[in-house]
């Protein structure tokens, strides 16, 4: 088995119990090996179709998913593929702070949404206080493969730009879920870090929730 970055490849709960189970077109942007839409399409009756970048993963999201396109969301012109209005859900799970130019995909993928669908997207905190800390006291950016400092990263966002991102895209956000987490794990080997992060929920009070946030996920409809 290729050896894919197991942060893009595993399962995501969160994300699934946010998708409305009457949703019976689904796309997922960034649909990695195809484990999201697999789930999915494992607890209801949904046509799921998948975008992925990387062509090995693509293949693998085949075996999944009724339909997969291999190519760069950035650059498909999206208008030859999907009719206006088809899908029910689009899933954005960290993918937008990966992209050049998020504002205008989120716009463009607005136009594929239907009148009742929704927009299910992940997206980590750049306001996290890790990022903070080092900034200001290391002067450092500690580019690593995964989490808020995921060297593929080109786009970061705090709670209010995501919020103005999904705004301009005609998104009105109905739901905000947290993800908390005291301290990033840069090895799945270290268990007492995850031990660590169950208390992360006591942060989880005013003022000072958005320093713990890890990251957001939103679910937007249309205006």
């Known amino acids: 088995m290729?050896?894919?970055?197991?942060?893009?490849?595993?399962?995501?709960?969160?994300?699934?119990?946010?998708?409305?189970e009457n949703a019976?077109?689904?796309?997922d942007v960034g649909c990695s090996i195809g484990t999201v839409g697999g789930d999915l399409k494992k607890r209801q009756t949904a046509e799921v179709t998948g975008i992925e970048l990387d062509t090995k993963m693509a293949e693998a999201a085949k075996t999944k998913?009724?339909?997969?396109?291999?190519?760069?969301?950035?650059?498909?012109?999206?208008?030859?593929?999907?009719?206006?209005?088809?899908?029910?859900?689009?899933?954005?799970?960290?993918?937008?702070?990966?992209?050049?130019?998020?504002?205008?995909?989120?716009?463009?993928?607005?136009?594929?949404?239907?009148?009742?669908?929704?927009?299910?997207a992940s997206i980590p905190n750049i306001r996290h206080y890790s990022a903070i800390v080092n900034l200001i006291f290391w002067g450092y950016w500690p580019y690593r493969e995964r989490g808020i400092f995921d060297r593929s990263h080109l786009r970061f966002f705090t709670l209010r730009n995501i919020e103005?991102?999904?705004?301009?895209?005609?998104?009105?956000?109905?739901?905000?879920?947290?993800?908390?987490?005291i301290i990033e794990s840069i090895s799945e080997k270290f268990a007492f870090i995850a031990s660590i992060n169950r208390f992360s929920r006591c942060l989880s009070i005013p003022f000072i929730r958005n320093f713990f946030t890890f990251q957001y996920i939103v679910l937007a409809k249309k205006r």
Not at 100 to 114: A, G, H, R, V, Y
Not at 164 to 181: C, H, P, S
Request: hydrophobic share 45%.
């Open 164 to 181: 103005e991102m999904f705004a301009n895209a005609g998104l009105k956000i109905d739901k905000v879920q947290r993800t908390y987490r």
């Open 65 to 120: 998913l009724d339909r997969v396109i291999a190519g760069d969301i950035e650059t498909l012109n999206l208008n030859t593929v999907f009719k206006p209005g088809y899908f029910d859900c689009i899933i954005l799970a960290d993918i937008l702070e990966h992209l050049k130019n998020p504002w205008q995909i989120l716009n463009e993928l607005t136009n594929f949404l239907s009148e009742d669908g929704v927009v299910i």
């Open 24 to 27: 019976r077109k689904i796309l």
């Open 2 to 20: 290729d050896n894919f970055n197991i942060s893009y490849i595993g399962e995501r709960k969160d994300i699934i119990d946010l998708v409305p």
